[in-house]
């Protein structure tokens, strides 16, 4: 539990921060998720605890959702954000970059790779909640078909649709933006 | 480029990106990792048997099964309660029957209510 807590709190951190955009907010989120899983599936098998993690997160970030929801007009207008297609909204620099897969050595590419960052970062804040949930899980957290469906609640198929779509919206933005991967 | 190698150099990126997250939200991060598992839900004791020096090899029961296996136990050691008894009790009636067998005086005289009457009067002189 300690080892895949510790594996996973960045990512969950990340992931909650996109979601809801707040740090303070996102901590609490990932704070109450691996406290809700260590209270509730604590001596479960270790396999489980990447699905059942992930199951918690999502669902903790909706309950943030419907509080903030209540609680602001502002909160609510984020909260609701659902782009249709998300064509670009605030075109950041454009970047040509040779080889952003490597990591940087040096201190451009160091730039051009936190530049890339900002920018992937801000085009997967942009997915449809749904996309951005099943991309994270499939690619990010490694999690396979079936796992990420039993965490989404959906069917394996649906998973694939998601991540299909989000991973051609990225590739989209992101070649409009002048980013090549 | 396919979509696998395209969704692994996003993941490069945004595991470079973990780097940035500041040293105070990765403390408090930390700090919610210790709070959890302090409250970490702990295995439920199993039956285990042990093996020659090779660990043990542990058995789980499903809730319903444990419920009829105390059941049956329980059972088990009223009957084995009540056969020890009983065996108490007629291995208590065999010494009295080879008594009486065994003695000078037939067993019949110990029914025969005139020896009784007998008996009391001569321990009364």
């Known amino acids: 539990m300690s080892h895949f807590l510790e594996s996973v709190e960045r990512r969950a951190f990340k992931q909650a921060m996109f979601a809801v955009r707040d740090e303070e907010a996102a901590l609490d989120i990932v704070q109450d998720s691996m406290l809700k899983l260590a209270e509730k599936y604590g001596n479960h098998p270790c396999d489980e605890f990447p699905m059942l993690f992930q199951r918690i997160l999502q669902n903790t970030i909706r309950d943030y959702y419907r509080r903030t929801k209540v609680r602001s007009m502002w909160t609510t207008v984020l909260s609701a954000l659902t782009p249709d297609n998300e064509e670009d909204g605030d075109p950041l620099e454009t970047l040509e970059t040779e080889d952003t897969s490597n990591l940087a050595s040096t201190p451009e590419k160091q730039v051009l790779q936190a530049q890339t960052l900002t920018a992937i970062e801000d085009e997967i804040r942009k997915l449809p909640t749904r996309q951005r949930e099943a991309f994270l899980m499939r690619y990010w957290e490694d999690m396979d078909v079936a796992e990420t469906a039993a965490a989404m609640g959906c069917s394996e198929g649906s998973v694939k649709t998601h991540c299909s779509r989000a991973t051609h919206a990225l590739a989209a933005a992101l070649s409009a933006k002048g980013i090549k991967l | ?125």
């Not at chain 2, 093996?51 to 084995?80: C, D, E, N, R, Y």
Request: net charge negative; hydrophobic share 40%; charged share 20%.
């Open chain 2, 1 to 125: 480029m396919t979509d696998d190698r395209f969704a692994y150099r996003i993941r490069q990126t945004l595991n470079y990106g973990l780097q940035d997250i500041p040293p105070a939200t990765c403390r408090r991060l930390e700090a919610a990792r210790h709070q959890a598992l302090a409250h970490q839900k702990q295995t439920v004791p199993q039956w285990s048997l042990a093996t020659a020096g090779h660990g043990a090899m542990h058995f789980s029961f499903p809730a319903p099964l444990k419920q009829v296996l105390t059941i049956l136990a329980l059972l088990l050691g009223m009957w084995i309660a009540f056969y020890w008894h009983s065996h108490q009790y007629i291995s208590e009636l065999e010494e009295v029957d080879s008594a009486l067998l065994s003695d000078d005086l037939p067993p019949e005289a110990f029914l025969d209510q005139d020896f009784s009457q007998w008996l009391e009067d001569s321990s009364g002189e």
